[in-house]
C-alpha cells in the first residue's frame, strides 16, 4: 500500500477501553463507555514516540493534568469534544469499496463507494486528530471509523450507521473487533465489562428489509483470548431458506417426476431470461452512454432528464426545477428531457418496451431529476459521471422512509436507487439527517437548498390567484371558516393505500360546523376511495381530492386537521393553528415506523380519539405556540429561491464554498480507510529476549558449535 499508514500495535495497552454498554438507535448501532491508563501508564508513556501533531496526542499527554485538577485517569481536553469522522462529507460517485462488499449485485453500477470517492490513492490521506475507533475485520481490514465522542473524565460514545459507515454501503459483512489508535499506534483493543458480557447475546438485533425475506444481522460475543473479554461484532446480510411446512390434514400430492423436471426447468428458464434481459439493458444502455459522452466531449450541450416511475405527470419539485430552468434560458443550454409513468401498474407484457425506453433516456443524461424512489435504478447501473439528484416530494413528515425503515417489510435492500444518488435537497440543514439516514447516503449529500414547490407557494401573486380561483370553484368556502381534513394513506403502498374513514364521526362534525364553518377533506392521491359524505351534509362538507394542488387550499385554510402527514411542513408557514388526530400512533408507530419522536415534533395538539379531537375543536385547545419553534428548526430559507438554489449549486457548478469542503473532508476520509495499513497486526510482535552469557573463548578460536537436541523421548 503505497504513501498508506502502516499501523503498529507496539503501544498496544497503553490505555484500556472498556465499553459498558450497547444500545441501538434505529440503524446506528451505540457504544458507551471508559477509558482508563495502564498500570504502568508513566513508563510506557515514556517510551512512546508521538505524532508530530500535539492535539493529537491531547489524551495522552493531559493525564497529570487531570489528576491533579480532580479527574480521572484520563483526560481529553476540552470536555465533550466530539471526535466524529463521519461529520464530513463525500460526494456521491461510481466506486467499490476495498474492503469486503455486504451486497453488490452490480460491480458497474454507479454505488457510492470508497475507490472515486477517496481519488487517487497516492494522495495520502490525514490521520484523524486525538484518538480515532477503528472497526477491524478478523484478517485487519478496515472497515468503519466510527463517530466518537471522548469527554474529559474518560468516557466515551461510539456511534456507526450500519447502513451507511461512511461511503453509502452496508457495513460488510465481517467479524469486527474495534481498536483505539492514537496516530500510527495502536493503543487499546476495547473490552466489555463482566456484566455485559453475560448478557451480550442479547443485544443481537435482525432487521428484515426488502421483501421481508432478507435480512441484516447484527450479532455480539466475546472473543476466544485469554487476555480479556474482547468485544467482537459479527456482520451478515442473509436471505430466506425454505423449511417446508406441514399440513397434516390436507396434502398436496406429489407431482410426478416428469412434472417435477418441467416445472424445474420452466423455472430456471424463466430466471435465465430475466437475467438475459437485464444483461441486454445494461449493455444497450452503456453503449448508448458512451456515444452520448463522446458527443459532450465534441462540444455537445449536457442532457437533463426530470424522471417519475411514481405519477404520470412531471409535478411538485420536479416540474418547479424544469420551469426555472426554461424561464431563466438554460433551455438553450441544457437539453431537457422528461419521462413520467408509474412503473406499478405497468402489464408485464409491456414491461421490457418500458424499461428500455427509461434506460434509453438515461443514456442521455448526465443529470438525472427524481422525487420519488425510481425502481429501475434498483439493478440498472449507472455511468460515473451521472449526476443523480434526488429532489424528495415530501417536506419533513414523521413516516419512516428508506433506510431508516429497516426492521419492518417493504423497505429496500442492501443495494438499492437510493444509494445511487450524487445530492439530495432538504429544507434546513437542521433535519438533512432524515433524508441522508433514509437514502442511506452520508448527510453532507443533502444539500439545504430549500423544496423548489415552495417558490410558487410563497409567491404572492401566486396565492392571490389560487384563492381566487378557489373561491370561485366552492362559493361557500369564501365568507366561512374553513376546516382541512388532510391525513396521510394507511397500507403499504400505492395499490394498497386507504383511509379508515369508520374513524369519522361525520354527523358530528356537520353539527359542529354549524352556518359558519366548512370543512374540506383533501385525502393522499393514493387514496382512491371517495370521502363518504353523506348527501345531506354536503352543504357543510366538500370532497376536495381531486384538486392537484394541497398547497392552495392551505391559503384559505384556518385549522388543519392531520395526523402523521408531510402536509404541515408547508402549512406551518401560514401561521395557523392544527390539531394532530392520531388514533393509531403505536399501532402505526411500531409497524410502518417513525423517523424521529412524534410526540416532540408536532407544531399542535395530539389526539387520540374522536372525542378528544371535537373537545378540542370545541375549546379550540390546539397548543398553538408550539409553530414558532418548529419554523425555525425545518427552514432555512423561507423564499421562493429554492430551485435558483438547486440549479446553481448542482448544474452551474457554483456550490457554496463550506459545502464542498465538507465534501472534500468526507473524500479524505474515504480514502483514509484505504490507506491505513493493519496487515503487521495478524501476528502480534512479541519482544525480543535478552541475550544470555555466554563464557568468554580463548582469543582466535571459533565458537563452539551449538548442540542440536534430539526429540523429546530419545
Known sequence: MANGFMIDRTKEGLLKATVT?????????????????????????????????????????????????????????EEGVSQDPGEGDQEDSDAESSAESAEDPDPDSSEAGLEENAGEL????????????????????LNAIMESEVRAD??????????????????????????VCEGEYIVAHAEVTDELASKIDTYSRVLIHGDGWKAYCTDFSIENNDAGLFLNIRTMDVARKGIPMIHPKKKKPKPSLVRRAVNKFKRIRNKKRTKKLRTRNREYYKQHAAEHFRAVENGGKKGILFLTQQNEEIRNNLEAVRNRLIERGLDQEFNIDTFAQPAAFVPKAELHDYEFSIIKKLAEADYVMLDDHCPILDWLGLNSNTVVVQLWHAGAGYKAVGYSRWGHPKTPGAQSAHRKYTYGITPSSKIAYFFSEQFGINEEQILPTGMPRMDKYLDPEHRKQAEEGLYELYPALRERKVLLFAPTYRGWGKKTANYPFEKVDFGRLYDYCGDDKFIVFKMHPWVQDPVPIPEEYLDRMADLSDYPDINDIFYITDLLISDYSSGVFEYSLMRKPALFYAFDEHQFEYSRGFHRDYRSNTPGKIVSTFDELMEALEKEDFE?????????????????????????????????????????????????????????????????????????????????????TQAAGQ
Open 21 to 77: 454498554s450497547i444500545e441501538w438507535e434505529r440503524v446506528y448501532l451505540v457504544l458507551n463507555g471508559f477509558l482508563e491508563k495502564c498500570e504502568n501508564y508513566d513508563e510506557r508513556l515514556a517510551d512512546y514516540t508521538p505524532p508530530e501533531d500535539e492535539e493529537a496526542n491531547e489524551i495522552l499527554k493531559e493525564g497529570e493534568e487531570g489528576e491533579a485538577e480532580g479527574g480521572s485517569e484520563i483526560a481529553s481536553g
Open 122 to 141: 497516492n494522495e495520502p490521506a490525514e490521520l484523524p486528530k486525538g484518538l480515532a475507533f477503528y472497526m477491524l475485520t478478523a484478517h485487519y481490514v
Open 154 to 179: 474518560g468516557s466515551f460514545t461510539l456511534k456507526v450507521n450500519i447502513t451507511n459507515p461512511g461511503y453509502c454501503k452496508c457495513l460488510p459483512s465481517a467479524v469486527y473487533s474495534v481498536f
Open 624 to 708: 398553538f405556540e408550539k409553530i414558532d419553534a418548529y419554523i425555525e428548526h425545518h427552514f432555512d430559507h423561507v423564499d421562493t429561491g429554492s430551485s435558483d438554489r438547486v440549479i446553481d449549486w448542482i448544474l452551474l457548478g457554483q456550490m457554496p464554498e463550506e459545502i464542498t469542503e465538507k465534501i472534500e473532508k468526507r473524500r479524505k476520509e474515504v480514502k483514509l480507510l484505504q490507506q491505513l495499513n493493519f496487515s503487521d497486526l495478524k501476528e502480534k510482535p512479541k519482544p525480543e529476549p535478552e541475550p544470555e552469557a555466554q563464557e568468554s573463548q580463548p582469543e582466535g578460536l571459533p565458537e563452539a558449535p551449538v548442540q542440536q
